[in-house]
């Protein structure tokens, strides 16, 4: 595919800096209308974002903690709050909902907003308190006065001791009525109004654990085909499950995976090939999954091999070692769709991030950084330095920083705006030249 | 970047070439330039140990990773299957027999070697670095110690069961009786978690490093700041490991 070019439709605009000033941000998610952007920390700290409407700004709207770390006693160890994951459900009424999970544990969230109350209550006074009845000479009908707005958070729902093993995926089905979590050997299917008992429909752990050479890396269910789901391997494969087939989906329905090209192979094809992230179009036609060094779509009826291949960051190729060496090969980057799946997006090192026009096939490096960005201020593309002419602002492969990855990121559901986790800040863009979506 | 005439070699930095001028030959020539190369089955060596210690060192991580150990684990595998078609298995084994004096490690490799078991024909301990590789390999500052670090002999047995068989969270049991409780109140959880973490390491030589690496992790996982990462681990390991062997 082409390389980094500058795209009439991609190129960005408008940076809304939003710091958070907290711990590292493991997970950013958009709630399904776009009005809502939740990202939360590796301390469980769970931040909520909210469209304040005209001026397309956001301003923080709702914090709380979701986990707390906790204790393994068994084994001696601790449980981290550290959230991986966090998903909307769609919104039925006024309040919103959404899952989040660390390692072990699912919660479900009401998010609600309140900003009247009710006053003159006959029988409590102004502070609560109950009145002395014989004080009382006349009823009241309490009205509701305007307040400052207040956002509620409360747990509604924790679904626990549902998995042995890390959970690293949630996805909510599009029934609305049940979702499913993905560990590293087993993936079960909750419904929202249940916590003591799951479904366990995938189970890939071995009679002996000597055997395990492939594990779970993402999962996710079909956007609107309720009986399917998808789910990625450590050895680069796709799985595409139909629960009505079986009870138990160890058999899959369809499998993905690209044949290895017998002449690049290495000790370390296999660990590139691990795929990071796995997502539906939001037509359900295409899968969009990440693995170390590429972005790749793959057409749900073809199964033979990825329809597009995108180079996220391909001269580090040859600095393979070095990355195994120092763990870097192991980092999980996410990977999103635009509102029409037209563009893809996906993270790199040293702050950048690259999208891809699926038209042209063309890529494009930005950066989020805070030194360089103003709010309101244009983005420019960035560029890694491979050989060729030398331009200005060009950065060199060594120079990169591999501490700042842009491992998490979220599209907003129908406009061209985009949340970039970069360790410990959130950024917000939007695309000023089409600020509404184009329609296909 | 692609150094001219090498099919599917390791480069002299060290690192991985891409192979883009080279996928057009066939694997057996790529297996016959291997095993003609030395430098290249160094490296091969050293990649080997590499991932012998990260497997080790998987327990220290604050978050355990089954997915990155599964991984390594797969990469292990694919060296030892590799250097088992090109001999050097067999010769490495052999040669470690014979430096091995205590009869209980002999022992060991004997069971290493039995060909039942894939995961049991996993090797003894490499041979010790020559020189040239320790300035290609990062981690260098830890090769003239991992020959001794029973690491493979890590792999001796279950394998797949001492890397995974930590990876599971159990649920907490129903609450302790009190008494017993205060019976044990004295005892220092944390040794019995090193006890869990070195498991699998039951026929290590008590070695520097490990009396270092048990004085690391008696602080427990939980002194460790959830923030703290596998890498910052490795480093302040590096460095330990530089002032024992005093290089």
Not at chain 1, 211 to 229: G, S, Y
Not at chain 1, 305 to 310: A, L, M, Q
């Amino acid at each position: 595919m082409g390389e980094d070019a500058e795209s009439p439709k991609i190129n960005h605009t408008f940076l809304r800096d939003y710091v958070t000033e907290a711990d590292v941000i493991s997970t950013v998610e958009f709630n399904q209308t776009g009005d809502l952007l939740r990202e939360t920390e590796s301390k469980g700290e769970s931040e909520e974002v909210g469209d304040t409407g005209d001026s397309g700004e956001y301003n923080v709207y709702s914090t709380f903690q979701s986990h707390e770390p906790d204790f393994d006693y068994l084994k001696s160890l601790e449980i981290e709050e550290k959230i991986n994951k966090i998903r909307w459900l769609p919104q039925q009424n006024a309040a919103h909902f959404l899952l989040s999970t660390n390692d072990k544990t699912i919660k479900l969230w009401k998010v609600s907003e309140r900003d009247k109350r009710p006053e003159g209550y006959n029988l409590k006074d102004e502070e609560g308190r109950l009145k002395d009845i014989s004080t009382i000479t006349s009823l009241q009908v309490p009205v509701l006065k305007p307040t400052d707005l207040m956002v509620e958070v409360r747990p509604r729902r924790v679904f626990a001791n549902g998995h042995t093993y890390h959970v690293n995926s949630i996805s909510v089905n599009s029934d609305g009525e049940t979702y499913l979590s993905a560990d590293d050997l087993r993936i079960n299917m909750w419904h929202l109004g249940i916590t003591d008992r799951s479904f366990n429909i995938v189970d890939i752990k071995p009679a002996n654990m000597e055997d395990l050479t492939e594990v779970i890396t993402a999962a996710e269910f079909h956007p609107h085909h309720c009986h399917l789901f998808v789910y990625s391997s450590s050895k680069g494969t796709l799985r595409l499950c139909d629960m009505r087939a079986s009870a138990l989906c160890d058999k899959h329905t369809k499998l993905f995976e690209e044949p290895e090209d017998p002449g690049s192979r290495s000790f370390f094809s296999e660990i590139i090939s691990s795929v990071s992230d796995v997502k539906f179009s939001h037509s359900g036609r295409y899968l969009l999954t990440r693995d170390y060094l590429t972005a790749k779509v793959w057409d749900l009826n073809m199964d033979k091999g990825p329809v597009e291949t995108y180079q996220v960051h391909e001269y580090l190729r040859s600095k393979l070692c070095s990355l195994y060496e120092n763990d870097c090969i192991f980092d999980k980057f996410e990977c999103v769709w635009n509102s029409s799946d037209s563009v893809i997006m996906t993270g790199a090192y040293n702050s950048f991030f690259r999208m891809f026009d699926r038209e042209t096939g063309r890529g494009v490096t930005l950066e989020a950084w805070r030194e360089s960005s103003k709010p309101r201020a244009v983005l420019r593309t960035r560029r890694v330095y491979t050989g060729g002419k030398r331009r200005r602002g060009d950065v060199g492969v060594d120079s990169l920083d591999f501490t700042k990855k842009i491992l998490h990121m979220a599209w907003h559901p129908s406009e061209n705006i985009i949340a970039i986790a970069a360790t410990n800040n959130l950024y917000i863009f939007q695309d000023r030249v089409n600020p509404e979506t184009q329609t296909q | 970047m692609f150094p001219k005439g090498t099919k599917r070699k390791f480069s002299d930095s060290g690192e991985e070439p891409v192979s883009s001028s080279d996928q057009g030959q066939a694997a057996s020539s790529a297996a016959a330039a291997r095993t003609l190369s030395s430098s290249y089955s160094l490296q091969r060596q050293s990649l080997l140990d590499m991932s012998l210690i990260k497997l080790q060192l998987c327990h220290m991580l604050v978050e355990p990773n089954l997915c990155r150990s599964v991984l390594i684990a797969n990469t292990v595998r694919q060296i030892q299957e590799e250097m088992t078609q090109d001999g050097t298995w067999q010769i490495m084994t052999q040669a470690l027999a014979a430096a091995q004096c205590p009869a209980d490690r002999l022992v060991a490799t004997e069971v290493l070697c039995r060909q039942t078991d894939a995961a049991a024909q996993a090797g003894q301990s490499p041979k010790p670095f020559s020189g040239d590789v320790e300035t290609e390999v990062t981690m260098s500052t830890l090769s003239p110690v991992s020959p001794q670090l029973s690491s493979a002999s890590y792999l001796a047995g279950p394998f797949g069961e001492q890397v995974f068989g930590t990876f599971e969270i159990k649920h907490p049991a129903p609450p302790p009786d009190p008494a017993l409780e205060e019976l044990f109140s004295d005892v220092d959880p944390s040794y019995y978690d090193l006890d869990t973490v070195l498991t699998g390491m039951q026929s290590a030589p008590k070695m520097g490093p490990y009396d270092l690496l048990e004085s690391l992790s008696s602080h427990g996982p939980t002194a460790l700041s959830s923030s703290s990462s596998c890498r910052s681990d490795l480093n302040e390991l590096d460095h330990i490991m530089e002032i024992i062997v005093g290089s």
